[in-house]
Structures are given as structure tokens and as C-alpha cells.
């Protein structure tokens, strides 16, 4: 699994507040990554890293922001959180052209 | 347009028959991925290929450069098959990453 892990697994959350997802690795890989998965449609990549304070935007970046101030951390932030923003969110990380996926996290925005 | 297209979206198949999962491409890619994620579960990496084919137990992976394809076998399937197949692209040396929208696949006992 390349030592990654996500929190929290699970959240439930109103419309309006803010919500930060946290993907953590232990194997100081450069690139980092978030996506989301919704029924018919493939994961689609929110925003990217790769390297400390190095990031980019993705296919669906809008209303999404990131920050990654040590190597081991890639925060996903949702300053206001919609309800099509209800999704499972994946952070992976990528590895001699392989990428290797974090257990998600299940959000709900009501 | 969706530069990985996956084709069935969704499969049946009685336990032990053989099944095929196609991927076709549009993009120059570094690597072809076949990926798998159990319902409720995380994604796993089953195969990473740029030519030829890989095996790996009763699953097999094959990709034809020139035409920008490629297959996932599972011979003498099993109930415990029963996931999502995602296909993906890396291009870019391999940090970019383009994902097929998945076939599910029940299999039966």
C-alpha cells in the first residue's frame, strides 16, 4: 500500500462549511495526488503535488484548494463545501510510473 | 472525448468462464494500468505494461501498441473476481494519469 493513509474515512458535513481531507505517506514519494470517484465517471484528478509547496490543478480543481508544506502531507481543502461535492476522495502517490492508492475517504455534504 | 474508453461498462459471468475487459486509448502513453477495486473497497495495481503481455495467476494482461489496445483476461473466474476493473494511461514519464470509467464484473456461482 506505499504507507499511505487518509483521514478521516468517513464525513458527514453541511453545505457552507469547510472540510479538509489529509493524505499522509511515510515513503517521501515527490508526487502526490487527489482524486475523486462518482458513479460514470472515471477518477477524475482534483489537484496535484510534486514537491513541497509545489502543486498544480486538475480536470475538476474548482472550489477545491491544496497545500503541502512537508513531504509526508497533502492536504485537500473544501473552502465551502457543496453538495456535488458529496464523493469519494483517493490520494495516491506515483512510484516508477505506478500508482499506488490510498483506502479513500467517503464524504457527504448535506 | 475520454482519452481511455472501457469496454463492457458491465459483465456477468458464471463462475469458471472465461472473461475478456477491453481498453482502447487515445493518448501516447509510458505505460498501460489494469487496476481493481473490491465494492467498498480501495484500488489496488494489478498490472503495469508498455508491450507485450503479463500474467500474473489466473489473470492476463496484453496491450498492441500500434493499435492502441489492450485486454485483461480472467480464466476460470471466480466468484471472489466479482470488482471493478479500472484501465489507466500514464503519460508524461509517468506522472499523469488518465483513468478508464471501470467494468464491473459479477461473477456467479
Known amino acids: 500500500d506505499a504507507g499511505i493513509t487518509q483521514s478521516p474515512r468517513h464525513k458527514v458535513t453541511e453545505t457552507g462549511t469547510p472540510v479538509t481531507l489529509r493524505c499522509h505517506q511515510t515513503?517521501?514519494?515527490?508526487?502526490m495526488y487527489w482524486y475523486r470517484q462518482d458513479p460514470g465517471h472515471g477518477l477524475r484528478l482534483i489537484h496535484y503535488?510534486?514537491?513541497?509547496?509545489?502543486?498544480d490543478k486538475g480536470e475538476v480543481s474548482d472550489g477545491y484548494s491544496v497545500s503541502r508544506s512537508k513531504t509526508e502531507d497533502f492536504l485537500l481543502t473544501l473552502e465551502s463545501a457543496t453538495s456535488s461535492q458529496t464523493s469519494v476522495y483517493f490520494c495516491?502517490?506515483?512510484?516508477?510510473?505506478?500508482?499506488?492508492f490510498g483506502p479513500g475517504t467517503r464524504l457527504t455534504v448535506l | 472525448k475520454n482519452e481511455v474508453e472501457q469496454s463492457p461498462q458491465n459483465l456477468t459471468a458464471q463462475e469458471g468462464e472465461f472473461i475478456t475487459i477491453n481498453c482502447s486509448y487515445s493518448?501516447?502513453?509510458?505505460?498501460l494500468h489494469w487496476l481493481q477495486q473490491h465494492p467498498g473497497g480501495g484500488i489496488v495495481s494489478l498490472f503495469m505494461?508498455?508491450?507485450g503481455k503479463k500474467k500474473h495467476g489466473r489473470l492476463i494482461a496484453t496491450i498492441n501498441i500500434q493499435e492502441k489496445h489492450s485486454s485483461l483476461h480472467i480464466t476460470a473466474s471466480h466468484p471472489r473476481d466479482s470488482a471493478v476493473y479500472i484501465c489507466?494511461?500514464?503519460?508524461?514519464?509517468?506522472?499523469?494519469?488518465?483513468f478508464g470509467t471501470g467494468t464491473s464484473l459479477t461473477v456467479i456461482p
Open positions: 495516491a502517490i506515483s512510484e516508477v510510473d505506478t500508482q499506488y
Open positions: 515513503e517521501n514519494h515527490r508526487y
Open positions: 503535488s510534486y514537491g513541497v509547496k509545489d502543486t
Open positions: 493518448v501516447g502513453i509510458s505505460a
Open positions: 505494461l508498455s508491450s
Open positions: 489507466a494511461a500514464s503519460v508524461n514519464t509517468g506522472n499523469q494519469f488518465y
